[in-house]
């Protein structure tokens, strides 16, 4: 697939092209945006790939570390330092190639560095693909509070070769698939109904069906992101299984992958909010189906532990957080969690 998505009342545009082989375009794309001189930001797991993309664009490339680990102003600084001793300019491109941690940190680095250079994502997860790397939001994170200085600045350019999820762990290949399930739950049965006839195909690691769901995922995200860049109302819609998600991946410290902690926390949320029960069985349905897991661990369903991580949620207000549910499969209705109700909903 290959998409421009506008944004009203502006000049941005955003292109977005997805499917398998398709980094073999990223010459003539970046001709067509007028990119000569490109900077690949990759993180040091992802060396090979980066080199085998820079060579064909005679680019430099620039390091970072793996993962979370870069998301602070301190690697902003050294890398802005290395940009200015690679003679990198107002006219060069930054290309971020890697997962959900590294197109934050690129992007975040674009929109700062000479206070803004063009921006092209290349996501290299399935989380990356079909969510970080699509909607504009950028950023590192400070006094380990995660994403707490960024910014929202769309890419010109995203390009995802569904190839290079190949090497992804099958725990890392499932989570931008959670992710999808979660936006679709919300926003569109339609949708939710074509991901649901693609599950095992996805558990099986097809790149065909993984190139629909993302497909799907990048227009129900920027379908969102269209009309709410800012997140004063839809786009909050995005954090259904976020609110107990979040809490949860606070609490397992860890132990637990995002994308787990979302699949439990959609399950927990629908029954803490009291959505209809072929609600909730469609979507545990979903999730099991791709191999999520649809339980939380004994060890981390403490419901006072969780609800003190629940209650730190910026929305949160008197004891209640407020969170998205869907009622029926592809809309979703605003309902308060409170701490009696995360309880029930986990006993
Ligand atoms: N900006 C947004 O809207 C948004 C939305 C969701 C998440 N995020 C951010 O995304 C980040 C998580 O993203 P992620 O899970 O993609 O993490 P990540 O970038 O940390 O990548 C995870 C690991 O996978 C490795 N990796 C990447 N691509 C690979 C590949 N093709 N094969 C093998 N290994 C590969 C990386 O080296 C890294 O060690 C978080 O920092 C989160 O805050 C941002
Ligand atoms: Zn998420």
Redesign the pocket.
Known sequence: VDRRFDFPGRAATTRIVVGPGVRTRLPELLRTLGASDVVVVH????AG?AAGLAAPLAARTLAVP???AA?DLRHVADAAEQLRRLGADRGTTLLGL???????FA?FLAAVWLRGVRFVAC??????MS?????????V?LGGR??EL?AIRQPDLVVADID??????DA?WR??FV?AIKMAAVLDAAAFARLGALLLRLAARDAAAATTAIELAVAMKMAVVAVDEHERDLRRWLNFGHTIGHALESAADGAL???ECVAIGMLAECRAAGAPAVVTAAIEQALGALGAPTRCPPQFADPERLWRFAAMDKKARSGEVPMIVPFELGSGRLVPLTRDALARALS
């Open positions: 993180d040091t797991a992802l790939l793996a993962g979370e998301k890697g997962g959900g941690a590294l197109t934050d992007g996501p290299t997860t399935t989380l990356a969510d970080a790397a699509i909607g504009g939001k950028n950023g994170d995660k994403n960024g290079w999820l190949s090497t992804l762990p890392r989570e931008g992710e992958r995002h994308g």
